[in-house]
Each structure stands twice: as structure tokens, then as C-alpha cells.
């Protein structure tokens, strides 16, 4: 190990500065005022990777960090490192205070601290350093240079170093952030390979310095970039890394090679075997099942529903090897890889051909590859010869199979013969249709009585159906009645009536609330003005578009909805004798490819009668649609702005 460090540092130009240069670089790195709005300033970030044949890592990452103000003091007094003692080793080599007096404090490092990380969810023993730097002033910096050997996912842990050889053995992968929460003066990644092992690489949304040569028995690439400044965020916008500069770097050939890999390595540790308990099981929830669609849907709603979502160490079969399913069926918990692979024993169980899938939930997988992912699901192969996905984890109590929460999302098959990184396809708005429809009596004193209905499909069904999963059944009516009084204090609800929420599977959800409201209309001399109940907002809750900023005249980066949707809204009011129609607000048609709306009232038969239609075709949008995403919102929005006004 000793070697390798050396190596690594006779190949940066930063760890071996001298004391008095470090102060002169802390300096020129500028001030408050050269940053306003910012706490601290990164000087310098240099991280020097060494690559071995085993496809084990030593990295040496040195930091030096100014402190602009007193929040950036507060900011810096405390150091932080996460990390995973089944896959990785991490030192705190050095920790130097440079005063803004010229002053150099060396602290010592063997008093930092060892501790479990906080967790919630998943529990798999990950840890954090701590080292307490002490009080810093405006001017003072910190300088860290910390020591990893390892990688960011465990396997199959054996002795000594082998544990820290990463899963797909010999090969190497990394993600680069060339970003941050603070301006960066410089940021340097270099790394050291193989001859034999060269690396892939791409450097997106930017540009950085690059460079290649050889050295002795190794190749080293080295990237660079200057004055990185932190993005400014957007509301609802995409993931910071897919619009952020980064850099991918792979040793690996290709997808195919990782999809065959994983497959391997899951068939080869007996992930998916079924025992007889689980036979039994699967026997009893397919007796009665009428097709194959019916079938792979009663057991992937079994494991999204019985398997609890809750991650502990389970010694082997941790990071890209799924657990078996026998443990998780006896368990009956895991995260996300424990329900895929307890939905894939399933399938296999009851004659399927079913395989793990690979995911990054909420960002991109860029082309390298390189292993972004942070999830798994299933695809099971049907009698169309296709695959087709499943998501145990994401559609507990959801009437999907695959989440629509996840259109737009890269993903990799663990096949036998190999598969290429592929997206999943947007799903069709009226997949996940909204449909609030109204009948009510306006009296002449301005009360509104009558009932408002709601029901849903895909997505839109599962954010309405949360209503009833989340809470006690003795709360439900009070959580049904809170969508009206949230507009209406005073509205009274004489009754709620609903499906059953916990039978998702026959029939999607139906809530009607019978409802008196006070006061609803504003009486003024002989007139009444009134916004429709269903115009203005109710359930918005559930339309999430209804929450977007449209304040942004324009938007620099890619944003996101939770899913596809359609609304449907028809509200007809029956009205006192009427003598004239002051006002109905004008008809409106917003069209577009990426969003529409229309919406529009009439007064026919003693009824004035409001329709709206609004229609979002996708989940991830590029800026060019913001102008028809916002178009469309604000046209909804302003229906509830907008007062029906009649004489009597």
C-alpha cells in the first residue's frame, strides 16, 4: 500500500506544497466580497486515484478550504466523511488550520472520531469521521487530505484487502462531481490504470481540461477545471448531476458486459431458488388467477405489500448481489433489491422467466458505464416474448405494476445473453387520469349544497388513495373533509362515502362528499358572485402541476413533474331564478405537445355549467416546453380566480 501512495503522490502538483505556498494560495483565492452570497470557497480540490490489477482503489483526496464569513466558520468547524466499513477504508491523513495571521495549527487526527452514521430506512452499519476543527475566523482555512481504499458498494466480504476489491472484479469505474455547494477555485481528478485496462470516458455538461500519458506500468488521465461555480436552482428542476458539470470514467467494455456480469453474479450466489415454503405460497396466490398478466400482478402486489421496506445488514449477498428469497420471505423486509429479487424466486416459482433489473431513481444514467444506479426492479419475460418491468418496491397499495412515477428512466437487465441500457416509455396522461366532477344548488341567500366527486387511475389513484393508507381508519373522514375545509372553513359535511381503499386491484378509487357551505356565494344588493368549488382548487392536493412557480418567465435547465396526468373537471350549478347573466368568465385553449388546457363555462337549462381539461404528456420536460407547462397551470389557476356573477 505504501507503493501505491507514493505513486500517487509523485503524480500531484498539490499535496507536496509548502506551508507558505498554501498561504499564498489561501490569499489570492479572494474574499467576501469576491463571493457574495457564499460562505466558503474550495482553493483547491485534488483527488488522485491509483488503480490495481484486482481493480482495488487507493484515492488521496486534499482539500483546502477558506472561510469568507461567520456562517462559513460555523459552517467548517466540524469535518465530516460518510462511509461503508464493508466496502471501503477511510484515514484522516491530515488536518492543518491556516490562520488569516499566517498561523499554522496542525491538529491531530488520531482524535477524530468513529461513530454509526444516522440512518433511517436502511440500516446496513454505514459509518461517519468526524474531526472537530474548533473555533475559525473570516480569512482562516482548513486544510484536509483524507486516504480511501475501496469502493462505494459491497459484495461478498472475504479477508484483508479483498473486501475493498470491487464487485465486478479488475475493473473500475467512477463519478466525478465537478460541482458543489461553494465556488471551487480548482478541482483536479487524476487517476492511474492498468495499461491493459484503458479507460472510457466522457465529461458532461461542460468542459474540462483533459489529459493522457503513460507512466512505467500505468496510464494516467488526468481533468482539471477552474473557477466552478455553485448553480443556481430552479424550482421542480432535474437532478442537480444531470445538469451540473461531471465526469464518468469506466474500464468496462460495455453495458452488455455488465448486464451478463450481473446476472452471473446473482445466478452464481442462488439469489433466486425457491424453497418449499415459498412454492406453497406462491401456489395460494395464483389458485384462481385467470391469466399470466393476472398471475405476475397478484405476486409482484404480494411482495410490494408484504415485504416491508426496511434495510438491515445481512452479511453476505449486500450491494449487487440480491439476497436470496428464501431470507427475505422469512424476513418478510429489505429494500429494494430483497422485494425484486423475492417478486423474481416468485415468478420463477410459478413457471416464469424472471430476471433483476438495475435503476437510478430521480436522475439520468449517462451512456458510460459506470455504475449509476441506486435501485432495483424485475422484468419478467411474457408469452409476447418481450420483457416487460416490475417494481415491487415503488407500488405497495398502487394499481401499476411499474411505477409511472419512473417514465423517462434509464435502466439495465441482468440477462444471460446480455442487454444494452434502455428507457422506459412515458405512459399515456389518461393512465393516470383525474376526474372531479360536481352537482349542486345555489340558494338565494348565497348557500351551496350539494356533492363533489373524485376518482383516479394509475398515479393520480395512488396520490388520492393516500387519503386512507396513511392514517387510522377513525381518521379518514376527517382527512376527506379537510380537502373542502381547506377552501371553506365553514362548509358542513353530511357524509362521505368511498370504495374500498385497501382493494385497489378490482376497481380504482371513487370519493364522494355530500357538503353544505355557508355563505359560498357573495351576496351584494340583488347579486351573487361565486367561483365553481371545483374551479377553485379542491383536491389540489392531487394535481401537482397546480403547485409549480410559474413565476419563472423562462427556465435554463430540465425540470420535472411527478408523472403523467389528464384532469377532467364538470361542475354544474343549479341557480335561483336568475334575471340577467352579469359575467362568466371567457372561454380559454391552451395547446401544445408537452401540455394543454381548455376550459370554458356556459348557462344553460338554470345551471351555469364549468368543463376544464388539462392534459401533461410527460414527466420529464426540457425547457423549450416550460412555456406550455406554464401556460397550461396558469390558465387552470386562473379559473380560480375568476367570479361568476348573476342578478336575481
Avoid at 368549488?533 to 423562462?554: P, R, Y
Wanted: aromatic fraction near 12%; proline fraction near 4%.
Amino acid at each position: 500500500m505504501k507503493k501505491n501512495l507514493l505513486l500517487l503522490l509523485q503524480l500531484t502538483f498539490i499535496t507536496g506544497l509548502s506551508a507558505q505556498t498554501i498561504g499564498e494560495l489561501v490569499k489570492n483565492a479572494g474574499d467576501a466580497s469576491s463571493y457574495p452570497n457564499h460562505d466558503l470557497v474550495i482553493v483547491f480540490d485534488s483527488m488522485l486515484v491509483d488503480m490495481q490489477e484486482t481493480g482495488l482503489t487507493y484515492v488521496v483526496n486534499h482539500t483546502l478550504t477558506k472561510v469568507l464569513n461567520h456562517h462559513g466558520a460555523l459552517e467548517l468547524n466540524v469535518i465530516k466523511y460518510g462511509y461503508d466499513p464493508l466496502s471501503a477504508f477511510v484515514e484522516i491523513r491530515k488536518a492543518v488550520i491556516h490562520k488569516n495571521d499566517g498561523r499554522v495549527i496542525e491538529l491531530d487526527v488520531q482524535k477524530a472520531m468513529d461513530y454509526p452514521a444516522p440512518a433511517r430506512a436502511i440500516y446496513w452499519g454505514a459509518r461517519e469521521k468526524m474531526l472537530e476543527i474548533g473555533r475559525l475566523e473570516p480569512g482562516d482555512a482548513v486544510e484536509m487530505i483524507m486516504f480511501r481504499k475501496g469502493f462505494t458498494y459491497a459484495l461478498l466480504a472475504t479477508d484483508d484487502d479483498d473486501k475493498y476489491i470491487p464487485p465486478m472484479k479488475g475493473q473500475f469505474y467512477d463519478i466525478v462531481e465537478f460541482f458543489g455547494t461553494y465556488p471551487i477555485k480548482e478541482k483536479v481528478y487524476r487517476v492511474a490504470v492498468p495499461k491493459n485496462k484503458p479507460l472510457q470516458y466522457q465529461f458532461y455538461n461542460g468542459e474540462a481540461q483533459a489529459s493522457c500519458w503513460y507512466k512505467d506500468d500505468k496510464i494516467v488521465y488526468t481533468f482539471s477545471k477552474k473557477e466552478i461555480l455553485p448553480i443556481k436552482p430552479e424550482s421542480r428542476m432535474v437532478a442537480m448531476v444531470d445538469i451540473a458539470p461531471k465526469l464518468l470514467v469506466s474500464t468496462t467494455e460495455d453495458w452488455y458486459s455488465k448486464s451478463t456480469w450481473f446476472y452471473s453474479v446473482n445466478e452464481d450466489f442462488g439469489s433466486f431458488i425457491p424453497d418449499r415454503e415459498i412454492q406453497e405460497k406462491v401456489n395460494e396466490i395464483l389458485k384462481g388467477a385467470s391469466n399470466e398478466m393476472d398471475s405476475i400482478s397478484r405476486l409482484t402486489h404480494w411482495c410490494a405489500d408484504e415485504i416491508r421496506y426496511s434495510g438491515i445488514s445481512m452479511g453476505c449477498g449486500e450491494g449487487f448481489t440480491l439476497h436470496t428469497g428464501s431470507m427475505t420471505f422469512t424476513d418478510r423486509c429489505g429494500v429494494c433489491k430483497d422485494k425484486a429479487g423475492m417478486l423474481i424466486t416468485m415468478l420463477r416459482a410459478a413457471g416464469f422467466e424472471s430476471y433483476a433489473a438495475m435503476t437510478m431513481a430521480g436522475s439520468r444514467i449517462d451512456y458510460i458505464p459506470a455504475d449509476q444506479f441506486n435501485h432495483c426492479v424485475t422484468v419478467v419475460k411474457l408469452s409476447d416474448g418481450k420483457y416487460h418491468l416490475l417494481d415491487p418496491t415503488w407500488v405497495p397499495f398502487v394499481r401499476e405494476l411499474w411505477s409511472s412515477a419512473e417514465q423517462q428512466q434509464q435502466y439495465l437487465m441482468g440477462l444471460p445473453e446480455g442487454a444494452d441500457l434502455a428507457t422506459t416509455p412515458l405512459s399515456d396522461p389518461e393512465n393516470h387520469f383525474i376526474k372531479i366532477d360536481g352537482v349542486a344548488q345555489l340558494k338565494p341567500d348565497g348557500t351551496l349544497a350539494g356533492r363533489i366527486t373524485i376518482t383516479g387511475e394509475g398515479q393520480s389513484d395512488a396520490a388520492i388513495r393516500g387519503l386512507f393508507k396513511y392514517s387510522n381508519r377513525t381518521a379518514w373522514f376527517q382527512n376527506v373533509e379537510r380537502e373542502l375545509l381547506r377552501l371553506w372553513p365553514q362548509a358542513k359535511v353530511s357524509q362521505v362515502k368511498y370504495t374500498d381503499p385497501f382493494d385497489y386491484m378490482k376497481y380504482n378509487i371513487w370519493i364522494a362528499i355530500d357538503y353544505t357551505i355557508p355563505e359560498f356565494a357573495l351576496v351584494s344588493g340583488d347579486m351573487l358572485m361565486f367561483t365553481p368549488l371545483s374551479a377553485g382548487g379542491i383536491f389540489k392536493n392531487f394535481q401537482s402541476h397546480l403547485s409549480f412557480d410559474t413565476g419563472l418567465k423562462e427556465r435554463k435547465y430540465a425540470f420535472r413533474d411527478r408523472c403523467t396526468r389528464k384532469v377532467e373537471i364538470n361542475e354544474s350549478i343549479r341557480l335561483p331564478e336568475v334575471k340577467k347573466v352579469v359575467k362568466i368568465p371567457e372561454s380559454v385553449i391552451k395547446s401544445g405537445d408537452a401540455a394543454s388546457f381548455q376550459g370554458r363555462y356556459d348557462v344553460a337549462n338554470g345551471a351555469v355549467n364549468f368543463t376544464a381539461i388539462s392534459v401533461f404528456n410527460k414527466r420529464l420536460y426540457e425547457p423549450l416546453d416550460w412555456p406550455e407547462y406554464k401556460a397550461a397551470v396558469e390558465a387552470q389557476n386562473r379559473f380560480a380566480e375568476q367570479q361568476v356573477v348573476i342578478g336575481l
